[in-house]
């Protein structure tokens, strides 16, 4: 009879397979979405740019959760780190950056445009978008992976492993879209407030990695958790550099329309 490591390794293959053909679904599914809506005259032509953007974007999940970094994610820390900064970070960043909801409702019809719209606008979707209770899933969430038995209970149960990814890619996902408005964002905060959450936000993952790097989570040896802390503080600073200046960006253009309104004329 199997035992139970057998019945483990076959539902991680298993596992492997979906996630591979769901990111090749999504990937085939965008630029496919993309190249029918440049067929309607009254649209302009889908930047390619946001083609690369999806593509890198998914793959970097794909790697995250499939191959050998992530099978070496399950009994090295420093890999783990990097598939975690690709799942939550930067493949979230990349992914905003594509819009994938304004493509989305490029391709719908105005009647399906408005439901979609409506759907956008209700409480739920207000609630998760909110910049704090955003932020309180993305590196709250991290708090309680780390600090907790939960990081040895992923790479023991199989369901946990899961949630726990979904969560991170989710949350990230998330964080990043209640920061910068790349898709239409019908519950908007202002740029002074996202900037202040955001300035908490890197404090708290800042403050993480460092603890990290001090008290390893339970079976981590302490030299891999110390290369992992280094990896959270110094990979995340530099992804988070790129929200900072989107963020900072569209905040300098919101203004710029006024100065030059107000200005006196030469």
């Known amino acids: 009879m199997m035992n139970s490591h057998g019945y483990h ?16 679904i999504l990937i085939c599914t965008y630029i496919g979405a993309g190249l029918n809506s440049n067929k309607k005259e009254h649209l302009s032509t889908w930047p390619f740019y946001r083609y690369i ?11 995250s959760l499939v191959g050998p970094i992530a099978e070496l994610a399950h009994r090295n820390f420093t890999a783990h780190m990097l598939s975690h900064l690709f799942l939550g970070m930067l493949a979230p960043l990349l992914l905003a950056l594509a819009a994938p909801t304004t493509l989305l409702l490029r391709m719908l019809s105005v009647q399906h445009a408005r439901i979609l719209s409506k759907l956008l606008k209700t409480s739920f979707f207000s609630f998760v978008r909110h ?11 991290l708090w309680v992976l780390y600090t907790t038995d939960l990081y040895m209970l992923m790479h023991e149960n199989l369901f946990v492993h899961l949630i726990v990814h979904f969560h991170i890619f989710v949350a990230g996902y998330l964080f990043t879209i ?14 002074l407030y996202r ?20 008290n390893p989570p ?10 992992g802390g280094i990896f959270m503080y110094y990979g995340g600073d530099a992804i988070d550099i790129v929200i900072i200046f989107i963020l900072c960006l569209h905040w300098y253009r919101s203004t710029r329309p006024k100065a030059s309104l107000n200005a006196s004329p030469n």
């Open 9 to 24: 390794e076959i539902s991680m293959q298993v596992m492997d397979w979906v996630v591979a053909v769901v990111v090749l």
């Open 53 to 63: 953007l999806w593509i890198i974007g998914f793959l970097l999940v794909g790697i």
């Open 131 to 141: 910049p704090v209770i955003a932020s309180v899933l993305n590196i709250g969430g």
């Open 178 to 191: 209640s920061m910068i408005y790349i898709d239409p964002a019908p519950h908007r905060f202002s740029y």
């Open 195 to 214: 900037a202040i959450v955001l300035v908490f936000v890197l404090a708290g993952h800042g403050i993480l990695s460092k603890y990290i790097y001090a």
């Open 218 to 227: 339970v079976g981590v040896p302490k030299d891999q958790a110390e290369t």
